[in-house]
């Protein structure tokens, strides 16, 4: 019996591995040497190992191992493979299958080749017409590559054959079980192996040949293939393809499991479809409506009841198609229906009938507020040019040019800006109540992305439209009155920079065909009253600022702050704190007490809480029944709000009797503010020291100063030698903040020539201004802050710029008059005013009493 009987997995693989045209017929095996054909595997090619020369051709292998009592097919297309198979046809038709450590390399030589392979003989040859050669080949035995004796034209070597060792026992045998028993299990999992390849393998009895047999049908790293030729032992060869089928069987097994749970959930989806397709042919055979199709009615009707401009309508339209032709159950089906949702919810047509009674909506910010006349005044005169307009359209015929061109402006955009606490947020509710528009409020301190303001596209998932159509939303009315609070608090970063999206909002030129980035549509914003709110108007964007109406919002004075705690604040503590009015009363002293001893501020938020502080104290005693009725006088402040915690006059009494002290007016965000400068002098030479926190603006001013002191040192009298000897070092107190600014100059001044005369500066003097290095005093700003904290603090004098004069007009009379005004033009001015008698002091004075 040729070989070809003994073996059917060669047979196997002829007939459906290679898939070829061509047969191997089993005359085309030779017999062996002495032409025995009833022999066993093993002693099979060891009749073959005995004819094996010791020099051989070397063909490289890329990405396969070839094993021994194997037959693989190979495919050969370099020049010099192929006439390695030319030669070796007519001589021993032994060659050697050595495999490329690398299989990218092409023409591996020598040095990448691994140095175990298996001796192979050449059954038979194809050539197909594409120039490759089909070639099967069986392998005979292990052999280790000693030499090369030949690379070109191809590589030839002596080898040395490596005897298989095999073990005997039971050992040996469960190992060969238990693979073949793996490969069966291997077998049933993956449909391409036959079954009369799995018989024939489980049929197999030799370990060795079981364990070659399998490791040539099963898919293992190349590596590992290697591995499996270089071991000698049988039973190592069995233990290493046992763990290799295992983890495969594993990985079969898994992704079987997978794919049964994903063909179910196919299988539910598609039984889903059928069954509401089934539903849906039902219904039209009934005349009855399917949800889908009611939903889509449903919508259009929403559409026509929105009353949407021509693109919006349009837009909705297109969209309810795209989501009439979609099942229920695809997620694009519920992103449409959101997007259907927001366009039909919007109000688009909705508006609020504004109140132009003009006496109706002084009555209501009058009630509201106190004071702020040039808000009240310019909301007033909204509503009055409103009004006028509506009575006289009649009489208004623009050309068609002038329409198209220059659209009339319906909104308005106004910026309130001032300090914490006077009352710009609750300005916005009392405007919204005159005028009876609705009112939304958010506050953009933190904002960092533009899409909060212009929406995020479709694209991205569980999009919305920006704060400003949700505002709209929520209001239901397309002329509300939108409040942006906090607008100089706005972030930019590499995030975006929402600040730039609003420069369409509040346009009043592009604001009528806003485009939010989700609706993608044009919406009439024209009609909202958009306020906005700011500390400091340095902190808009120039471009964002150009857009709005600035309206500044000062500090109180202290009897705007008795007259807004005794009608406003007291009230609405009475009723949160459960007091009834006559069971507690504030006098005008009390108040006055807690806004100078206990709060430092330019609105009244300091001050209600104090109130409220006391409220409580109040209603715990009367819980208690220790009190019925409480008149709060400054001695009850004194005892329920404890010491004060701001100073006084006589604070600025004990601080400005020094030479070298000198008062000053700044401007904050939270209102204006007293500022010590203090200059002192030690042992040293012209050396310059700023401390206190001071930016670099007011560091120049520093130096301006002492530069404009030292030209005019002669002509003020002062000692020409101090500079030579003295150190001087300027300290502006509460050095934990920081302060910047021009406005410093004339005080600096003022301290530095204190400090050298050695006169003291009149304690009840403040003062502001900027300085040139030739004395002139030019104005700064902030003048009305800074006027109310020199009153608030009981200062007599003021001197400001000249030029500043005009700001005065903004204070109300009880503040003109309560403080004496210096318009200085020149420094020379302001200290003439400052010292009673300007004599200059000796050196030596100076020595003892300003060194540190």
């Given at each position: 019996?040729?070989?070809?009987?003994?073996?059917p997995?060669?047979?196997?693989l002829?007939?459906?591995?290679?898939s070829?045209d061509?047969?191997l017929?089993?005359?085309?095996?030779p017999?062996?040497?002495?032409?025995?054909?009833?022999?066993?595997?093993?002693?099979?090619f060891?009749e073959?190992?005995?004819?094996?020369?010791?020099?051989?051709?070397?063909?490289?292998?890329?990405?396969?191992?070839?094993?021994?009592?194997?037959?693989?097919p190979l495919?050969?297309g370099?020049p010099?493979?192929?006439?390695?198979?030319d030669?070796?046809q007519?001589e021993?038709?032994?060659?050697?299958?050595?495999?490329?450590?690398?299989s990218?390399?092409e023409?591996?030589?020598?040095?990448?080749?691994?140095?175990?392979?298996t001796?192979?003989?050449i059954?038979?040859?194809?050539?197909?017409p594409?120039?490759?050669?089909?070639?099967?080949?069986?392998?005979?035995?292990r052999f280790?590559i000693?030499?090369?004796?030949?690379?070109?034209?191809y590589?030839?070597?002596?080898?040395?054959?490596?005897p298989?060792?095999?073990e005997?026992?039971?050992?040996?045998?469960?190992?060969?079980?238990?693979?073949?028993?793996?490969?069966?299990?291997?077998?049933e999992?993956?449909?391409s192996?036959?079954q009369?390849l799995?018989?024939?393998?489980?049929?197999?009895?030799d370990?060795?040949?079981?364990?070659?047999?399998?490791?040539?049908?099963?898919?293992?790293p190349?590596?590992?293939?290697?591995k499996?030729l270089?071991l000698?032992?049988?039973n190592?060869?069995?233990r290493?393809?046992?763990k290799?089928?295992?983890?495969?069987s594993?990985?079969?097994?898994?992704?079987?499991?997978?794919q049964?749970?994903?063909r179910?959930?196919?299988?539910?989806?598609?039984?889903?479809?059928?069954?509401r397709?089934?539903?849906k042919a039902?219904?039209?055979?009934?005349?009855?409506l399917?949800?889908d199709?009611?939903?889509?009615?449903n919508?259009?009707?929403?559409?026509?009841?929105?009353h949407?401009?021509e693109?919006?309508?349009?837009q909705?339209?297109r969209?309810?198609?795209?989501?009439?032709?979609?099942?229920?159950?695809?997620?694009e089906?519920g992103?449409?229906?959101?997007y259907?949702?927001w366009?039909?919810?919007?109000?688009w047509?909705?508006?609020?009938?504004d109140n132009?009674?003009?006496q109706?909506a002084?009555?209501?910010?009058?009630?509201?507020?106190?004071?702020?006349?040039?808000?009240?005044?310019?909301?007033l005169?909204?509503?009055?040019?409103?009004?006028?307009?509506?009575?006289?359209?009649p009489?208004?015929?623009?050309?068609?040019n002038?329409?198209?061109i220059r659209r009339?402006?319906?909104g308005?955009?106004l910026?309130?800006?001032?300090?914490?606490?006077?009352g710009k947020?609750?300005?916005?509710?009392?405007?919204?109540?005159?005028?009876?528009?609705?009112?939304?409020?958010m506050?953009?301190?933190?904002v960092r992305?533009?899409?909060?303001?212009?929406g995020?596209r479709?694209t991205?998932?569980?999009?919305?439209?920006g704060?400003i159509?949700?505002a709209?939303?929520?209001?239901?009315?397309?002329n509300?009155?939108?409040?942006?609070?906090?607008?100089?608090?706005?972030?930019?970063?590499f995030?975006?920079?929402?600040?730039?999206?609003?420069?369409?909002?509040?346009d009043?030129?592009?604001n009528?065909?806003?485009?939010d980035?989700?609706?993608?549509?044009?919406y009439d914003?024209?009609q909202?009253m958009?306020?906005?709110?700011?500390?400091m108007?340095e902190?808009?964007?120039?471009?964002?600022?150009?857009?709005?109406e600035?309206?500044?919002?000062?500090s109180?004075t202290e009897a705007?702050?008795?007259?807004?705690?005794q009608?406003?604040?007291l009230p609405?503590?009475?009723?949160?704190?459960?007091l009834?009015?006559d069971?507690v009363?504030?006098t005008?002293?009390?108040?006055?007490?807690?806004?100078r001893?206990?709060?430092?501020?330019?609105?009244v938020?300091?001050?209600?809480r104090?109130?409220?502080?006391?409220?409580r104290?109040?209603?715990?005693?009367?819980a208690?029944?220790k009190?019925?009725?409480?008149?709060i006088t400054p001695?009850?402040?004194?005892e329920?709000?404890g010491?004060?915690?701001f100073?006084g006059?006589?604070?600025?009494?004990t601080?400005a009797a020094?030479?070298?002290?000198?008062i000053g007016?700044?401007?904050?965000?939270?209102g204006?503010?007293?500022?010590?400068?203090?200059a002192?002098?030690?042992?040293g030479?012209?050396?310059?020291q700023l401390?206190?926190s001071?930016?670099?603006v007011m560091?120049?001013?520093?130096?301006?100063?002492l530069?404009?002191?030292?030209?005019?040192?002669?002509?003020?009298?002062l000692?020409?030698?101090?500079?030579e000897k003295?150190?001087?070092?300027l300290?502006v107190?509460?050095?934990?903040?920081?302060?910047?600014?021009?406005?410093a100059g004339v005080?600096?001044?003022?301290?530095?020539v204190?400090?050298?005369s050695?006169?003291?500066?009149?304690p009840?003097?403040?003062m502001?201004?900027?300085?040139?290095l030739r004395?002139?005093?030019?104005?700064v700003?902030g003048?009305k802050e800074k006027?109310?904290?020199?009153?608030?603090?009981?200062?007599?004098?003021?001197?400001?710029?000249?030029?500043?004069?005009?700001?005065?007009?903004?204070?109300?009379d009880e503040?003109?008059?309560?403080?004496?005004?210096?318009?200085?033009?020149?420094?020379?001015d302001?200290?003439?005013?400052?010292?009673?008698?300007?004599t200059?002091?000796?050196?030596e004075?100076?020595?003892?009493e300003?060194?540190?």
């Amino acid at each position: 019996m040729h070989f070809m009987n003994h073996n059917p997995l060669l047979k196997w693989l002829l007939d459906n591995r290679l898939s070829l045209d061509w047969m191997l017929q089993e005359d085309d095996l030779p017999p062996t040497p002495n032409g025995n054909t009833h022999l066993d595997p093993a002693d099979f090619f060891q009749e073959f190992n005995e004819k094996i020369p010791d020099v051989i051709p070397i063909l490289p292998l890329r990405g396969i191992v070839v094993y021994p009592y194997t037959a693989v097919p190979l495919t050969i297309g370099q020049p010099r493979s192929i006439r390695l198979i030319d030669d070796s046809q007519t001589e021993t038709r032994f060659i050697g299958l050595v495999t490329s450590k690398d299989s990218e390399i092409e023409a591996p030589g020598p040095q990448e080749l691994f140095q175990i392979g298996t001796v192979a003989t050449i059954h038979r040859t194809f050539r197909v017409p594409d120039g490759t050669i089909r070639l099967l080949v069986q392998g005979l035995a292990r052999f280790r590559i000693e030499e090369f004796s030949q690379t070109e034209p191809y590589l030839k070597a002596r080898i040395t054959l490596i005897p298989e060792v095999r073990e005997e026992g039971l050992e040996t045998e469960a190992l060969a079980r238990n693979a073949r028993s793996q490969f069966e299990h291997v077998a049933e999992l993956l449909a391409s192996i036959p079954q009369e390849l799995v018989v024939s393998v489980v049929n197999l009895e030799d370990p060795l040949t079981s364990a070659y047999t399998i490791a040539n049908f099963q898919r293992m790293p190349l590596e590992e293939a290697q591995k499996m030729l270089e071991l000698d032992s049988v039973n190592e060869k069995l233990r290493k393809l046992v763990k290799i089928l295992a983890r495969e069987s594993e990985v079969l097994e898994l992704g079987q499991k997978i794919q049964k749970e994903a063909r179910s959930e196919i299988e539910k989806v598609q039984r889903d479809y059928f069954l509401r397709e089934q539903l849906k042919a039902i219904q039209r055979e009934l005349g009855d409506l399917d949800s889908d199709a009611l939903e889509v009615e449903n919508y259009h009707a929403k559409i026509q009841a929105a009353h949407m401009t021509e693109e919006g309508e349009k837009q909705s339209l297109r969209e309810l198609g795209r989501l009439a032709k979609l099942p229920s159950a695809s997620a694009e089906y519920g992103v449409i229906r959101t997007y259907l949702d927001w366009l039909v919810s919007l109000p688009w047509a909705t508006l609020t009938e504004d109140n132009l009674n003009i006496q109706h909506a002084r009555q209501v910010l009058d009630q509201d507020h106190f004071g702020l006349e040039d808000v009240k005044e310019r909301i007033l005169e909204y509503l009055a040019v409103r009004k006028l307009r509506q009575e006289r359209h009649p009489l208004f015929h623009p050309t068609e040019n002038d329409h198209e061109i220059r659209r009339e402006r319906e909104g308005v955009i106004l910026c309130f800006v001032g300090p914490p606490g006077v009352g710009k947020t609750s300005l916005g509710r009392s405007i919204a109540r005159a005028m009876g528009r609705k009112f939304f409020r958010m506050s953009l301190g933190g904002v960092r992305d533009e899409a909060e303001i212009r929406g995020h596209r479709r694209t991205y998932i569980g999009a919305l439209p920006g704060r400003i159509l949700q505002a709209l939303r929520r209001v239901e009315s397309r002329n509300p009155i939108l409040m942006l609070d906090e607008i100089d608090k706005l972030g930019s970063d590499f995030r975006g920079d929402p600040s730039s999206a609003l420069l369409e909002v509040l346009d009043p030129e592009q604001n009528s065909e806003f485009r939010d980035h989700y609706l993608e549509v044009a919406y009439d914003l024209s009609q909202v009253m958009f306020i906005t709110t700011a500390n400091m108007l340095e902190a808009i964007p120039g471009p964002l600022r150009d857009r709005m109406e600035i309206i500044p919002i000062s500090s109180y004075t202290e009897a705007e702050k008795v007259a807004i705690a005794q009608g406003f604040l007291l009230p609405r503590q009475l009723r949160e704190n459960g007091l009834l009015p006559d069971e507690v009363q504030f006098t005008d002293e009390a108040l006055y007490t807690i806004i100078r001893a206990h709060t430092r501020e330019a609105g009244v938020r300091n001050l209600e809480r104090q109130m409220s502080t006391i409220c409580r104290k109040i209603v715990t005693q009367i819980a208690e029944g220790k009190q019925t009725r409480v008149t709060i006088t400054p001695i009850e402040v004194r005892e329920y709000l404890g010491r004060p915690r701001f100073l006084g006059t006589d604070e600025i009494l004990t601080r400005a009797a020094t030479p070298g002290v000198a008062i000053g007016l700044a401007w904050t965000p939270t209102g204006g503010e007293v500022l010590f400068i203090e200059a002192t002098a030690m042992p040293g030479g012209k050396n310059f020291q700023l401390t206190g926190s001071l930016g670099e603006v007011m560091q120049e001013s520093a130096r301006a100063a002492l530069s404009f002191v030292r030209s005019r040192s002669e002509t003020l009298g002062l000692d020409k030698n101090f500079f030579e000897k003295f150190d001087l070092h300027l300290h502006v107190p509460s050095a934990s903040q920081p302060k910047d600014g021009p406005s410093a100059g004339v005080t600096m001044v003022t301290a530095l020539v204190s400090l050298i005369s050695g006169n003291v500066i009149r304690p009840d003097v403040g003062m502001t201004g900027e300085i040139t290095l030739r004395g002139q005093v030019l104005p700064v700003g902030g003048i009305k802050e800074k006027v109310l904290a020199a009153h608030r603090l009981g200062l007599k004098t003021v001197i400001i710029p000249a030029r500043n004069q005009a700001d005065l007009e903004e204070l109300s009379d009880e503040v003109r008059n309560s403080l004496e005004f210096i318009f200085a033009n020149t420094v020379d001015d302001i200290l003439k005013i400052v010292f009673e008698t300007l004599t200059p002091r000796p050196v030596e004075k100076i020595t003892e009493e300003n060194t540190l």
